[in-house]
C-alpha cells in the first residue's frame, strides 16, 4: 500500500474532473472546483489533464471518455448524481488512484468492488484533498496558502481538515490527506506511510471510526516508535476501550483541535520533555502563578534550580524576584530574558522551561521577543516554549512565531497542554530505551 500512496502523493499524471458552470444548490461545486483547478495547476512534477463537464475552461476535455487510461491519479469533484452517472467512464479509464472530493456516493458497492479488483487506491467521498508542501501538490478544492513545514495531518471529517488550513497557512505542514468515508485507503494505512515519511516529523490524526483495530493498534505502535502520533477523536462507540488501546499503543489523546495543533507545534519545534520539572520565568507575577496551577494540575511539578543558578540570575539581574518562578520584572529587555533561560537550561534540576511575557505596561517588545526566541536554537535535548501576552502588533507577531523554532502561543493554558504533550513524547522515549 505505500507505493499506492506514494502514487497519490507524488502523482506523474494528474486528471482532473469536474464542472464549471453548474446552477442551483449545485453551483458550489463549480466554484470549489475552479478552486481546485487553480491549486493544482502549479504543481510541476506531473502532466495535468482537465474534463470539464460543463465544456467551458480553456483547454479542457468535455467527456471523460477523452482521457488516457492509466494516469496516475484521478481528482473528483461532482455532485452525487453526476458522480454516479459518470462513475462507470470514471472507472474505465482506470487511475491508479481516485479521490472523490466533497460528494456523497451512497451507492458505493460498485466503486469498491472495481477498486479491489483494479488495485485501485480510493479516498473519499466526501474529501477536500490532499496536500503534499514537499513538491508543491495542492490537490484540494478551497483557497489556501500553505506553508512547508514537519507535521502530517490525517481526518477522517472534512470540516475537520478544513479547520487545520489556517495551521498550514502559519505553521506549515508536510502532508495532509482527508480520507472522507474512508471506502478505499483507511487510517492504518496512511499511518503506515507517514511512519516512512522523511518529511514528517509529527502525525496528528483526527478519528470518527476505526475500521480494523487490531491493524490500527498494530500500526500505531510501529509508528510510535519512529516518530509521535497525536489522536483526537469523536469515537462514539467503547470510547474507554478505544482511548485505553491508542495510550497503551503509544498515541497521545487530546481533547480538542487546538490542542492537538499546539501539541504538533511543539513537538516539531522541539524535544521532548525529560522529566516533570518545568521553570517559568515572567515579567509579570498573575500569568505565572497562572501557569503553576495549570502545569501542576496536569502532573508536571514546577522546577526548583539550585541556589548557584539563582544566584547568578540575581547577579545579573538585581531586580529579579525568586520565588516559585523566576520574575524579572517589568523592565527587563530581551538580553536578561534570554541571559536567565540559559542558566536555567543549564541546570540539572530543570527539564523544561516556559517564558511567559506580557507587552502590556512593560518594556518588552517585539524585538525582545525575537531576542528571546534565540533560546531555541541552543537547546536540542530541554524544551523551552513561551507565551506571549497583549501583543501589540498582531501580524508582526504572527510573523515572528511563524518562522521561530521557539512555540510561541498566547494562551496560558495552551502552553501548559502543548508541555504536556511534550511530556507524553518524554515518557514513551524513555519506556522505548529501558524496553
Known amino acids: ?46 502532466k495535468i489533464h482537465l474534463v470539464d463537464l460543463s465544456g467551458k475552461l480553456e483547454g479542457s ?19 452525487e448524481k453526476l458522480l454516479t452517472r459518470n462513475l462507470q467512464k470514471l472507472l474505465s479509464r482506470q487511475p491508479r488512484a481516485m479521490v472523490i472530493m466533497e460528494s456523497e456516493l451512497r451507492e458505493a458497492e460498485e466503486l469498491i468492488k472495481a477498486a479491489k479488483r483494479k488495485k485501485m487506491t480510493i479516498i473519499g467521498p466526501g474529501s477536500i484533498g490532499i496536500i503534499n508542501t514537499q513538491n508543491g501538490l495542492s490537490a484540494i478544492s478551497e483557497k489556501a496558502s500553505i506553508l512547508r513545514g514537519h507535521v502530517a495531518i490525517v481526518s477522517q471529517d472534512s470540516c475537520i481538515a478544513r479547520s487545520v488550513l489556517n495551521f498550514a497557512a502559519v505553521t506549515g505542514i508536510s502532508k495532509l490527506i482527508n480520507i472522507g468515508d474512508s471506502l478505499g485507503t483507511d487510517e492504518s494505512e496512511v499511518l503506515s506511510y507517514l511512519s ?53 499503543s503509544g498515541g497521545i489523546l487530546v481533547q480538542d483541535l487546538q490542542e492537538m495543533l499546539n501539541g504538533a507545534t511543539a513537538l516539531a519545534k522541539q524535544p521532548p520533555l525529560p522529566g516533570e520539572r518545568v521553570a517559568i520565568i515572567a515579567n ?21 534550580p539550585s541556589m548557584e543558578t539563582l544566584g547568578k540570575i540575581k547577579e545579573k539581574h538585581p531586580g529579579a524576584e525568586l520565588s516559585g518562578f523566576v520574575h524579572l520584572g517589568r523592565s527587563a529587555k530581551g538580553d536578561i530574558w534570554k541571559q536567565a533561560a540559559e542558566l536555567l537550561l543549564s541546570d540539572k534540576e530543570v527539564d523544561g522551561l516556559i517564558a511567559v511575557n506580557s507587552m502590556g505596561f512593560t518594556l518588552f517588545n517585539l524585538e525582545d521577543l525575537r531576542k ?64
Not at 458552470?21 to 512534477?45: M, P, W
Not at 522523511?198 to 493498534?217: A, Q
Not at 497562572?290 to 502545569?295: D, G, M, N, P, R
Not at 512555540?407 to 515518557?427: C, F, Q
Open 1 to 46: 500500500m505505500s507505493d499506492a500512496l506514494q502514487t497519490l502523493f507524488e502523482p506523474k499524471s494528474i486528471s482532473l474532473v469536474g464542472a464549471s458552470e453548474l446552477t442551483g444548490e449545485d453551483a458550489i461545486y463549480s466554484t470549489h472546483f475552479h478552486y481546485l483547478v487553480q491549486n493544482v495547476s502549479s504543481y510541476r512534477k506531473g
Open 61 to 79: 476535455f468535455k467527456s471523460i471518455n477523452n482521457l488516457r487510461t492509466g494516469l496516475d491519479l484521478a481528482l473528483v469533484l461532482l455532485p
Open 196 to 248: 516512512q515519511d522523511k518529511e514528517t516529523k509529527v502525525i496528528c490524526i483526527y478519528l470518527k471510526r476505526i475500521r480494523n483495530g487490531r491493524k490500527f493498534v498494530e500500526t500505531m505502535a510501529a509508528t510510535v516508535a519512529k516518530k509521535p502520533v497525536i489522536v483526537l477523536s469523536s469515537y462514539p462507540d467503547n470510547r474507554g476501550i478505544f482511548e485505553a488501546a491508542v495510550k497503551q
Open 284 to 304: 509579570v507575577s498573575g500569568p505565572a502563578e497562572l501557569l503553576e496551577k495549570y502545569l501542576s494540575k496536569m502532573g508536571m511539578a514546577p522546577a526548583q
Open 372 to 435: 528571546i526566541t534565540e533560546i531555541a536554537k541552543k537547546t536540542r535535548e530541554k524544551p523551552v516554549l513561551a507565551v506571549t501576552l497583549c501583543a501589540s502588533d498582531g501580524a508582526a507577531f504572527r510573523e515572528i512565531a511563524a518562522r521561530s523554532e521557539l512555540p510561541i502561543y498566547t494562551d496560558l493554558e495552551d502552553a501548559a497542554k502543548a508541555m504536556n504533550v511534550l511530556r507524553s513524547r518524554g515518557k514513551q522515549i524513555r519506556k522505548f530505551l529501558k524496553d
